[in-house]
């Protein structure tokens, strides 16, 4: 007998908690706090936030029109709202984007693994020297290759499961238990003392740092944190229910992002001050951080709280968890496209790209500057030029009609009005202008 077909979000809370899923990720625990250290703190947060209102939520739920309104995977859903064009190109270079994305996020995964794995077995408590181990660990190819691909193999098997028995029913459960216990820890590291230099630190502005680089570093993260550019919000566009308040929904998501993104900041920073030693220039430290800080600094916070094992086992748990949840709508962009447009099996589909996001993710563990590169080029480069182009089509190409009816659901939500054309203006001009102007800037 065959099984009923599982290509739909069963509920709206459930579409919601998977687009969450997907925006919160090691984009907010791993790199905000890294790139807002680079970024001179508060400035970054602001820049971030400023682009995350005008960017991240039109561009948000433009895609997720698109895919619902097409109904198809990322590679197909253009074609099909503008058929015999050359937009068909955007949807099927935001599905191999997402494979190469998807090959090294995996690699920092596996990290996340390692030191929950460490914080379990108690091995983090007897470190001393959290930059040396850590280096050490990045010395360690096997290891890291092993759970890169322990952590592909675990994406693999609940996209296996299906887009609501796999995807929708996982996030439904690590969502909330994420968001607790990031709470938790965020009130726990601002009691530390000298933690109010760290929160001074993320949220006072420095202008002097006021450059091209902090800007396009900002919009980057809205990119990257939004899931934005990589055919991720189209591909879960299609399994949303026809009556979903779309700008809503995507308002909802923006800020649960915004938040986490704070909220582990607020953790990371305060943390890093209160255990400055004295004379230590902590700003310093941070600013060279990049993606150790995650795994050097917190650590290092953590082993001074009463009942070190239990804190750092259940941040790094979730921030493996939190990171599963963003691995899988990756993997699902590439596995639908397979399954849909060649008529694959859902498990032949998800067995090919899991393949291929090994021996990339092997790649970027052998060759730091691979690592390097793929960040690079997808957030700084392919994510803000996907976004442009989806801004482009929403914004011009899409018909006016279609727009209407995806934006208000048929005319049912009361939006209409003023806001249906600020969505439409931010689309036409100012997220295209924009995106092309901080671009060039930033690389000037
Ligand atoms: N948003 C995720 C994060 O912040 C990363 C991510 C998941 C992503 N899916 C994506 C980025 C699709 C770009 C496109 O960690």
Request: net charge positive; with cysteine.
């Amino acid at each position: 007998m065959k099984k009923r077909e599982d290509v739909a979000f069963a509920s709206k809370i459930g579409a919601i908690a998977a687009a969450a899923g997907s925006a919160v990720g090691l984009g907010n625990i791993w790199r905000f706090p890294s790139q807002a250290a680079e970024g001179g703190g508060g400035l970054f947060v602001i820049f971030y936030l400023v682009c995350l209102c005008f960017f991240g939520v039109p561009l948000f739920i433009s895609e997720l029109m698109v895919g619902r309104a097409s109904k198809q995977d990322a590679s197909r859903c253009f074609q099909v709202l503008a058929p015999k064009t050359a937009w068909h190109w955007v949807g099927v270079i935001a599905v191999l984007v997402s494979i190469i994305v998807l090959g090294y996020y995996v690699v920092v995964c596996g990290w996340t693994l390692y030191y929950f794995w460490q914080s379990l077995t108690g091995a983090l408590n007897h470190i001393t020297d959290f930059q040396g181990a850590f280096n050490d660990f990045q010395a360690n190819i096997p290891l890291q290759m092993i759970l890169m691909v322990l952590f592909s193999i675990l994406t693999a098997a609940i996209v296996l499961g299906g887009v609501s028995h796999g995807i929708e029913a996982s996030c439904k459960i690590l969502m909330p238990l994420l968001f607790l216990l990031l709470i938790g820890l965020a009130i726990r590291a601002l009691t530390l003392p000298g933690a109010s230099e760290g929160f001074v630190y993320l949220m006072k502005p420095d202008f002097t740092k006021l450059n091209g680089s902090v800007l396009l570093g900002a919009l980057a993260q809205t990119f990257f944190s939004m899931s934005l550019g990589m055919g991720a919000m189209l591909t879960y566009g299609a399994y949303c229910a026809d009556d979903m308040n779309l700008p809503k929904s995507s308002m909802t998501v923006a800020l649960v992002n915004a938040l986490v993104a704070v909220l582990a900041s607020l953790m990371i920073f305060p943390s890093a001050f209160a255990l400055a030693a004295p004379g230590e220039n902590m700003a310093e430290i941070l600013k060279e951080g990049g993606p150790g800080l995650l795994f050097v600094t917190v650590p290092k916070f953590m082993l001074n709280l009463p009942g070190a094992m239990i804190w750092s086992s259940a941040f790094f748990l979730l921030v493996s968890l939190a990171a599963l949840t963003s691995t899988i709508s990756l993997m699902e962009v590439s596995t639908a496209t397979l399954y849909k447009k060649f008529g694959l099996s859902r498990f032949v589909s998800t067995m090919i790209i899991l393949v291929i996001v090994i021996a990339l993710g092997a790649l970027c563990t052998y060759s730091p500057s691979a690592f390097i590169m793929s960040d690079y080029i997808s957030a700084k480069i392919l994510m803000p030029v996907g976004g442009f182009l989806v801004s482009i089509f929403v914004g011009w190409r899409m018909d006016r009609n279609l727009v209407k009816v995806q934006f208000t659901n048929g005319g049912t939500l009361p939006y209409g009005g003023g806001l249906l054309k600020a969505f439409s203006f931010i689309l036409r001009y100012v997220a295209p202008a924009v995106i092309v102007v901080i671009f060039i800037y930033g690389f000037i």
